[in-house]
């Protein structure tokens, strides 16, 4: 999939009136295969569970760090969030079947939230502004409800809410699970109330959240990248590894030179 300008404007407005973006076919088959098996060697590596949480992935794996600058989808990041941004997170998450809700240490299942940390970011006449945004990279099949489905409000990051319960189990007005088939790509603001729900399925959940926020931020995930990601990086990599200048000031009012992401605004020449 390559995201023409015209498509990325029409994309943005759908992105703001809902929070959220659900976009078919971005990665071929043989991109998702070879995904799947990363992610296997990785899990290989991990402590047996009903469900994995594995933070940094990025740095786990080459097949995972290609997404960081996914082609078809870094200009829409771009456009929807500025150019002075970075990586934010990279979140494998694996659940396996869990017909009776077991809950566990690694979430299992997540109750409804708007992502952030604690205590929350500003609230300005009950709303929460967008700090950063995920592409959530789905990686099996995801075509029908109840299979650890993720679990949205659409335009709930425009609207102060605040849920009468907070149980993802229980069905809230307007909720809708997010489906899709391998390949599949997710995008949602972290101020769109959202919870991930139980795999009732016979089927393995596997997705990969790559999440984006101003480079002013802290990441989430590390406050130096690895060296082994930074090794050989072009200057988009290195931005958005949080490499533009050993001024720390100028990661609030950068040279251009040090954002070339900003070559993929909207307009820009």
């Given at each position: 999939?390559?995201?023409?300008?015209?498509?990325?404007?029409?994309?943005?407005?759908?992105?703001?009136?809902?929070?959220?973006?659900?976009?078919?076919?971005?990665?071929?088959?043989?991109?998702?295969?070879?995904?799947?098996?990363?992610?296997?060697?990785?899990?290989?590596?991990?402590?047996?569970?009903?469900?994995?949480?594995?933070?940094?992935?990025?740095?786990?794996?080459?097949?995972?760090?290609?997404?960081?600058?996914?082609?078809?989808?870094?200009?829409?990041?771009?456009?929807?969030?500025?150019?002075?941004?970075?990586?934010?997170?990279?979140?494998?998450?694996?659940?396996?079947?869990?017909?009776?809700?077991?809950?566990?240490?690694t979430h299992s299942f997540i109750d409804w939230h708007q992502d952030g940390p604690h205590p929350q970011f500003p609230v300005i006449a009950g709303l929460t502004a967008t700090y950063?945004?995920?592409?959530?990279y789905i990686l099996s099949d995801m075509s029908q409800p109840n299979r650890g489905n993720t679990k949205v409000i659409p335009g709930s990051h425009k609207k102060p809410y605040n849920?009468?319960?907070?149980?993802?189990?229980?069905?809230?007005?307007?909720?809708?699970?997010?489906?899709?088939?391998?390949?599949?790509?997710?995008?949602?603001?972290?101020?769109?109330?959202?919870?991930?729900?139980?795999?009732?399925?016979?089927?393995?959940?596997?997705?990969?959240?790559?999440?984006?926020?101003?480079?002013?931020?802290?990441?989430?995930?590390?406050?130096?990248?690895?060296?082994?990601?930074?090794?050989?990086?072009?200057?988009?990599r290195r931005q958005l590894l949080g490499q533009i200048s050993d001024n720390k000031f100028k990661y609030y009012v950068p040279e251009d030179s040090m954002v070339p992401l900003k070559?993929?605004?909207?307009?820009?020449?």
């Open positions: 999939m390559k995201t023409a300008p015209l498509e990325i404007t029409e994309l943005m407005n759908r992105f703001n009136e809902q929070g959220y973006l659900i976009l078919p076919d971005v990665l071929s088959q043989d991109k998702v295969d070879r995904l799947n098996a990363a992610i296997d060697e990785v899990i290989a590596e991990e402590q047996e569970t009903l469900a994995y949480n594995i933070y940094n992935s990025v740095s786990r794996h080459p097949e995972i760090a290609s997404l960081i600058d996914h082609e078809a989808i870094l200009p829409l990041i771009v456009n929807l969030l500025g150019h002075n941004i970075q990586l934010h997170i990279s979140h494998l998450t694996v659940r396996k079947p869990n017909p009776n809700d077991v809950i566990t240490a950063y945004i995920k592409v959530c849920p009468n319960h907070k149980d993802v189990r229980l069905q809230l007005d307007g909720e809708v699970q997010v489906c899709g088939k391998p390949g599949d790509v997710f995008i949602f603001a972290q101020n769109l109330w959202h919870a991930g729900s139980a795999n009732q399925s016979e089927f393995i959940r596997k997705q990969l959240f790559i999440g984006y926020s101003p480079i002013w931020m802290r990441p989430i995930d590390y406050h130096q990248a690895d060296e082994s990601l930074l090794k050989d990086a072009d200057p988009i070559s993929m605004l909207i307009g820009h020449s």
